[in-house]
T-cell receptor, first 114, second 113 residues
Framework: AQSVTQLDSQVPVFEEAPVELRCNYSSSVSVYLFWYVQYPNQGLQLLLK??????LVKGINGFEAEFNKSQTSFHLRKPSVHISDTAEYFC????????????FGQGTELSVKP | EPEVTQTPSHQVTQMGQEVILRCVPI?????FYWYRQILGQKVEFLVSFYNNEISEKSEIFDDQFSVERPDGSNFTLKIRSTKLEDSAMYFC???????????FGPGTRLTVT
């Protein structure tokens, strides 16, 4: 079955430190990959997407992610986090020619401490 | 910037009652989706809708659920007879093309008592 695994349920980090949130997906077909952010009591906001082309994609708020086909990974990174980055981050995948539904990972709670 | 809107933001209902959750997708989008998120769990796909019919539905989307696009702007999710386990946050999403980025509404928190 198709699945997305976010390896860390919680990531505590100090302000201005770098962070990496890990995401792996199961697939042998073409995929589109996304990261969404959910701030407390809010909906899901698109952070960045990989559709095709360069494997390094940049998103909003200084985040970037790298698509690695051989490792079926799409890890999210930020070189220096802010308190305001504290939120839940979801990795999601959709499969080419399979209707468009998003399959989400369990989410990673990023907690940025001063 | 266009956005997906959802009403109500919070709905409390008694078990066995019918509820209708409403969504207004982004106006030039053609693909519509409902997802739900039970507290503390991941976001789960319920149903996708295109060209006035269901494209795909998950095993969660049983006969108690239905979707409709009653006019050119609204997209609704109806739960015919709510159960306690239907308590969740329900998100509507829309996209311009299939399998591409989806834009989510703020969600409706459904509480079944």
């Amino acid at each position: 079955a198709q699945s997305v695994t976010q390896l860390d349920s919680q990531v505590p980090v100090f302000e201005e430190a770098p962070v990496e949130l890990r995401c792996n997906y199961s697939s042998s077909v073409s995929v589109y990959l996304f990261w969404y952010v959910q701030y407390p009591n809010q909906g899901l906001q698109l952070l960045l997407k990989y559709l095709s082309g360069s494997t390094l994609v940049k998103g909003i708020n200084g985040f970037e992610a790298e698509f690695n086909k051989s490792q079926t990974s799409f890890h999210l990174r930020k070189p220096s986090v802010h308190i305001s980055d504290t939120a839940e981050y979801f990795c999601a995948v959709s499969y080419y020619n399979q209707g468009g539904k998003l399959i989400f990972g369990q989410g990673t709670e990023l907690s940025v401490k001063p | 910037e266009p956005e997906v809107t959802q009403t109500p933001s919070h709905q409390v209902t008694q078990m066995g009652q019918e509820v209708i959750l409403r969504c207004v997708p982004i106006s030039n989008h053609l693909y519509f989706y409902w997802y739900r998120q039970i507290l503390g769990q991941k976001v789960e796909f319920l149903v996708s809708f295109y060209n006035n019919e269901i494209s795909e539905k998950s095993e969660i989307f049983d006969d108690q659920f239905s979707v409709e696009r009653p006019d050119g702007s609204n997209f609704t999710l109806k739960i015919r007879s709510t159960k306690l386990e239907d308590s969740a946050m329900y998100f509507c999403a829309s996209s311009a093309r299939p399998s591409r980025e989806q834009y989510f509404g703020p969600g409706t928190r459904l509480t079944v008592t």
